[in-house]
């Protein structure tokens, strides 16, 4: 039987060239002299850090605008209030989103079935799993998701016959 997944990953070797991109790019500029701004990625996502809440958050644009460059979808990050150091500093955590969630899978799967096309969806661990007899209904599911606009950057890989 025809199916497709549809999941949402990340590019993570676009994301270390995107970081890369902007941790040169804070060092040559002049507004970032002398702040001691820095990015990097840990377990918990990025980190940014530097001497004000409007440094970290120049720095963010800075690595918003190299992801965008890069192709990489800004769906996929959640960033969080600046905090402040004990030194005086900022700092600000980026979440990087991966995979689909429960609510929103179950979201995708009530929209596939509300829609009535003859199609079967479900969730499979951070994915969900179409499938059908017909290729056409399940190129109708494919667009009815792109047309959907849900706060998740979605890719649809394994299409199968």
Do not use: C
């Amino acid at each position: 039987m025809p199916s497709f997944d549809i999941v949402s990953k990340v590019q993570w070797n676009e994301v270390d060239n995107a970081l890369n991109q902007s941790q040169k790019e804070i060092a040559q500029r002049f507004d970032f002299k002398d702040t001691g701004t820095s990015i990097e990625r840990n377990d918990d996502g990025i980190s940014l850090r530097s001497s004000s809440d409007e440094r970290v958050k120049a720095a963010y644009s800075v690595l918003q605008d190299k992801l965008i460059k890069r192709k990489v979808s800004l769906k996929h990050l959640d960033p969080q209030k600046p905090e402040p150091t004990g030194k005086g500093g900022s700092k600000m955590l980026v979440k990087v989103k991966e995979g689909i969630d429960g609510d929103h899978a179950k979201d995708l799967v009530r929209r596939i079935k509300d829609s009535k096309i003859k199609v079967q969806a479900s969730i499979q661990e951070a994915q969900v799993r179409v499938s059908g007899k017909n290729r056409d209904d399940l190129q109708a599911a494919i667009q009815l998701v792109k047309e959907a606009d849900l706060p998740l950057e979605l890719q649809f890989i394994n299409f199968r016959d």
